[in-house]
């Protein structure tokens, strides 16, 4: 239990510098690889709560797959750097308004909600290995996941379409 | 927890990486040697009896090379590219099994002959594989050389390309084996290795673990007459060293895989398995066995480099979209339906298998080589 927690002290530093690092850096292909640390992070999180399922598909789908397409997309277009000081104008008062109502909500949540947390029922062992979400995803949540799954293929298929010089002209 | 679990999985952890960097030299000299072969050459042979120091020589010669950093690259990641290149390919091989276990003599405790048997052992691979590009595209951004960014934009789109189909043999093998954990996988081939009843999904595997270790002729990022060296071209000394130790190892560690995978991993032949020979018998057989299959397969690597010319770039992206990954998927439909007939109606079921995925073989093959001739004719 100390050992977690310890653990999850430090693990938690790294995923908020990290996440700070990314918004503060001016470079966009090391914004892009703090992210890709925070990611980690979030994986190593996974593996602490018991589900390794997750934290390997987090790591290959969010830091191998859509990460290095990012840093794809920013390599091409060559537009690492961005100029500086070139903010909104009306995008401080409105962050600072969010950021007000998010800790209110927070402070609400905590302070006045806080007897309805009862004992955190355990987790079977079972829980989070890949035969549990296979079965889940392909018992339960069937549907959805076909919808899902033809979407995407949508999405594909325009992103082509879009982008695919018409050939009759 | 107990203290002594620590030292054996850190001594077990140093021996893979000891073993990986042994493997790394020698394979060096092994590819020189029968690269040498195959074009009526000797190769190296004065370092030592048949040139055996040759990868010592080698490594000093690069100790003591200048390395250079170009002024106008990003030095942070300049430096942290070889190595993000470098680690994926030993850690990946943390879920290979090696052997079974042994029980060490005096301490009387049972040793198993693998660092980690997770349940998700597959999908640690393929969560490596993907993080390894990462290397190979920041070398080529930091370098600030528009040869070197083109080799990584090549290698990054074609190692996403390749990944695809590579991990859908991936899930031919976790279809045939029940299990995501390696050593299931490995003990499910007991009776027959996967490669006999899925051999289109290990040649499709092989094909697709060249595009991603970038050997020939899948070497674009490296291509010399289009991009001087790719990647690496502003690398020297050391940091040169790295990227070459990476793709190496990767060689091997993806040589592991595909022994574990298809080629019955440390087991035996399966016609050997009552003899002496089986690794039930004799635990240290299980080492040796990997270490055979490796070498074979580490050699049609350089037989494929010694005899085939490079391919195309467009070329390559359209045989890995259009015909590796349908043909892979139609596998996977494939393997199912023969396991599912397997279970319902005997395990001799189990043989349409190797029969419709040849037939879907072939029929890709003559399809490829259909619309090739056609497009020859109009030009």
Redesign the interface.
């Known amino acids: 239990m100390t050992i977690d927690f310890i653990l999850f002290l430090i693990l938690a530093l790294v995923a908020i510098a990290a996440a700070l690092g990314m918004l503060l850096s001016r470079n966009a292909v090391y914004s892009a690889l703090f992210l890709v640390l925070n990611f980690g992070t979030v994986a190593v999180f996974y593996i602490l709560l018991n589900a390794p399922f997750i934290a390997m598909a987090q790591v290959s789908v969010y830091a191998g797959a859509i990460m290095v397409l990012f840093l794809f997309v920013i390599m091409l277009l060559g537009t690492e750097t961005l100029p500086p000081s070139k903010s909104l104008p009306w995008q401080r008062p409105l962050a600072f308004i969010l950021a007000l109502i998010l800790a209110g909500e927070a402070t609400y949540l905590l302070l006045v909600r806080k007897a309805a947390s009862g004992p955190i029922p355990q987790p079977v062992d079972t829980f989070g290995s890949p035969q549990a979400v296979g079965q889940a995803l392909f018992n339960s949540y069937l549907l959805p996941f076909e919808i899902t799954s033809v979407l995407l293929l949508v999405a594909m298929v325009g992103a082509i379409v879009l982008t695919q010089k018409d050939k009759g002209k | 927890m107990d203290w002594t679990l620590w030292v054996e999985w850190f001594i077990k952890a140093l021996v893979v990486i000891f073993a990986i960097l042994t493997g790394f030299a020698y394979l060096t000299l092994y590819e020189r040697r029968a690269l040498a072969r195959i074009q009526t050459r000797i190769g190296p042979n004065r370092a030592g009896p048949q040139g055996l120091l040759q990868p010592i020589a080698d490594a000093l010669k690069l100790f003591f090379k200048e390395e250079f950093t170009p002024a106008r690259a990003?030095k942070v990641?300049f430096v942290l590219a070889p190595v993000m290149t470098v680690v994926p390919a030993m850690i990946i091989a943390a879920v290979i099994p090696f052997g079974t276990q042994f029980t060490l003599p005096f301490l009387n405790r049972p040793v198993t002959l693998y660092v980690a048997d997770?349940?998700?052992g597959v999908?640690?691979l393929?969560?490596?594989?993907?993080?390894a590009?990462?290397g190979i595209?920041?070398a080529?951004?930091s370098s600030n050389n528009k040869y070197a960014?083109l080799g990584?934009?090549r290698s990054?789109?074609q190692m996403?390309s390749y990944?695809i189909a590579l991990g859908i043999c991936f899930v031919i093998a976790i279809l045939l084996g029940n299990s995501?954990s390696l050593l299931k996988i490995v003990e499910a081939q007991k009776d027959i290795w996967f490669a006999v009843i899925q051999p289109v999904g290990a040649l499709i595997f092989m094909i697709t673990t060249l595009a991603e270790v970038n050997r020939a002729p899948f070497d674009m990022p490296e291509a010399e007459q289009e991009l001087a060296a790719g990647y690496h071209s502003e690398y020297s000394g050391m940091k040169f060293a790295l990227f070459f130790m990476a793709e190496y190892e990767k060689m091997i560690v993806i040589s592991m895989i595909a022994a574990t995978l298809y080629f019955g991993g440390y087991r035996e032949f399966w016609f050997l398995k009552d003899t002496w020979f089986s690794v039930d018998q004799h635990w240290w057989l299980g080492p040796i066995y990997l270490l055979l299959k490796v070498i074979v397969l580490l050699f049609f690597m350089i037989w494929i480099r010694a005899t085939w010319p490079r391919i195309r770039y467009d070329r390559l992206m359209a045989f890995g979209w259009k015909v590796l990954l349908p043909l892979s998927l139609a596998l996977v439909f494939i393997t199912a339906l023969g396991i599912l007939l397997a279970d319902q109606f005997g395990a001799i079921y189990i043989w349409t298998i190797p029969v419709l995925s040849i037939i879907a073989g072939l029929v890709t093959t003559l399809l490829t080589n259909l619309s090739l001739r056609r497009k020859v004719a109009h030009a």
């Open positions: 990003d990641l997770i349940n998700v999908i640690y393929t969560a490596i594989a993907s993080i590009v990462y595209v920041l080529g951004w960014l990584g934009m990054s789109a996403i990944e995501m």
